[in-house]
């Protein structure tokens, strides 16, 4: 139970840093993504209320809505390989998020949940530092294309970070 509490506390710590965002990020960008972003906040709120409630059918339809935020036009703010890949990988954890509440699996839905906030986090990094050498290189605005290949290196850490949390989904 202790465990349980924990989770959820980092969870919903890591939930917050969606809210912390800057006043120049609040100005970057046209009104439609700011609008979609809070869509997405508000979809993933419905899934912290859900795991902190056990409420199963709120999980999975916050998650599924998630899904297919990522499927709209709108999200794709970028047209890099590193973009592109984060997207699917984030569609692909939110459809686990889905398959654990389907499977009433609180424990890994929780721990599914950690793993979408982290990639979201490591995505708006990502994005941030996109912006930023497009800002500091007005007259090349794109990313050089060895910039893209960084996607592999972070793919391959990723994975072995996050490898604990999917031995843990499979186990319960």
Known sequence: M???IVILFVTASMTGLFWAQSPQAADRGPVDVKAFMRAKLVHSKNVLEGLTTENYDLIAKGSQQLTLLSLDTDWQVLRTSEYTWQSLEFRHTSQSLTD???KKNLDG???????????CVQCHKYVRS??????NDPVNPVLPTGKDSTA???????????????????RS
């Not at 839905?109 to 990639?119: G, I, N, P, Q, S």
């Not at 996109?130 to 800002?135: D, F, I, T």
């Open 130 to 135: 996109v912006e930023m050498a497009r800002a």
């Open 2 to 4: 202790k465990r349980l």
């Open 100 to 102: 654990a509440a389907q």
């Open 152 to 170: 592999k290196s972070r793919q391959a850490s990723s994975v072995g970070s996050l490898q604990t949390i999917g031995d843990l989904l499979h």
């Open 109 to 119: 839905a929780t721990l599914t949940f950690v793993e979408l906030t982290l990639k």
